[in-house]
């Protein structure tokens, strides 16, 4: 109890920046840095960098991964579970009971002016966020190179899924051309390495599988739902790029092959969801803090909406729990075998390359979400975004401003302005 209770302040913050984590994994980063490594000290601005590079080389949702392995860092895997369920909670709680909305709610996506400001103050964090990352990882002429080309390269590909593996892949080949770094001269002990995590990631996949195409022949009663617990958790394995793949994906599952010819005069219990409610659920996401990945909540209810409220509630908690699960246990397997393989000089050097590459990422993500939003105009829309965005950027790297007040003042903004 002595060790729990040293980690509540730290819990605390967790659960702050689940409530003001606006603006998706963009956004979240640069609050990540400016709470827990400028304000608590819980990790170092090197050690956040890696965890990110990290992370982007493993599907599922990287910055809820990122934010785990903070909680893992400081208290293993107890804190970095309770760490998780903190994180995504308050987004889940919210994005599952705007599937019970919905009808109410109606087919139009739903806007609110509070949130207006919400997107600039996104470019806001990520840019401070970009501009720290650079002047930790980006020090000599190749690493600059390698951050030009996979910004620029990130730009025009933002929305392909294996972008960002493939560089990082190149990346960190391209470093390891130099001979000039080493790691920390260090005897290199065998490490044993536990495999729990990645037994239970395939045994849970399997199951999963089996259950639901077992259900689907058999037609059993309750099929949705097993159904839907395979099709998330496969979901949750394989989505390179976050939320903006996640989304198209549960489209196609859901909008898209339902409506296929083989199952349009066919009595089959499948999952069908209409495509308005299924993006007012995507519109929603991005207006409320937390991981985008909450949408699982949603989608979940909204997918077992007719089975009954008690299936409807359930089919949220299957949606919040098996988008996740695999990101939890992928991160937590493979971290501490990374640490060990790390020690060696072609990873080493590898991480100079993979660092580079996450640099560009937070370029381009700035650069593409600015795409979206007038700034060049003459008008006066133009001046608030570009206000608001430079404003965001000089009270994150001047003063000693919380994260949480910086979003309160946006919203407060959208609401006058």
Not at 21 to 36: D, E
Request: proline share 5%; aromatic share 14%; charged share 15%.
């Amino acid at each position: 109890m002595p060790a729990f209770i040293r980690h509540i302040p730290f819990l605390k913050a967790v659960f702050l920046h689940s409530i003001t984590a606006f603006g998706g994994p963009q956004g979240h980063l640069g609050m990540m840095l400016k709470t827990f490594v400028d304000k608590r000290k819980d990790v170092s601005k090197v050690e956040l960098m890696e965890y990110i590079s990290f992370c982007q080389m493993l599907p599922g949702a990287s910055s809820t991964q990122t934010l785990t392995l903070i909680g893992y860092k400081r208290g293993g895997i107890p804190l970095a579970v309770l760490t998780l369920f903190i994180w995504i909670l308050p987004a889940c709680s919210i994005m599952g009971a705007l599937s019970f909305l919905i009808g109410s709610i109606g087919s139009t996506p739903v806007k609110s002016q509070v949130f207006r400001f919400i997107p600039e103050m996104a470019i806001g964090f990520l840019t401070y966020a970009a501009f720290k990352a650079f002047r930790v990882s980006v020090n000599n002429l190749i690493t600059l190179v390698i951050m030009l080309l996979a910004m620029t390269i990130t730009y025009f590909l933002f929305k392909t899924p294996w972008v960002i593996p493939a560089l990082i892949i190149v990346g960190g080949i391209v470093t390891n051309f130099s001979s000039k770094r080493f790691p920390e001269q260090e005897k290199i002990k065998p490490r044993h390495i536990r495999w729990t995590n990645i037994w239970l990631f395939l045994l849970v996949f399997l199951i999963a599988g089996f259950l639901s195409e077992t259900a689907r022949k058999h037609d059993w009663k309750d099929r949705k739902a097993y159904n839907l617990f395979e099709n998330f958790y496969r979901f949750g394995s394989f989505v390179f790029g976050g939320g903006d793949v996640l989304i198209p994906m549960m489209v196609d599952q859901y909008v898209a092959r339902p409506t296929a010819k083989k199952f349009q005069d066919s009595t089959q219990n499948i999952i069908r969801i209409k495509r308005d409610d299924l993006l007012t659920g995507a519109g929603m996401v991005r207006a409320i803090p937390g991981p985008v990945f909450s949408i699982g909540s949603y989608v979940g209810g909204i997918a077992l909406k007719e089975e009954g409220k008690n299936f409807q509630l359930l089919g949220c908690i299957i949606g919040s729990i098996a988008i996740f699960l695999p990101s939890a246990l992928l991160v937590l397997f493979f971290f501490p075998v990374w640490q060990y393989l790390k020690k060696y000089v072609v990873v080493y050097r590898a991480l100079e390359g993979i660092n580079a590459v996450v640099v560009g990422f937070m370029w381009a993500a700035s650069l593409y979400l600015l795409k979206d939003i007038s700034i060049f105009s003459s008008g006066y829309q133009s001046l608030l975004n570009v206000i608001i965005i430079a404003a965001t950027v000089c009270m994150l790297q001047f003063t000693k401003l919380p994260p949480p007040m910086i979003v309160l003042g946006c919203l407060i903004a959208g609401i006058i302005f």
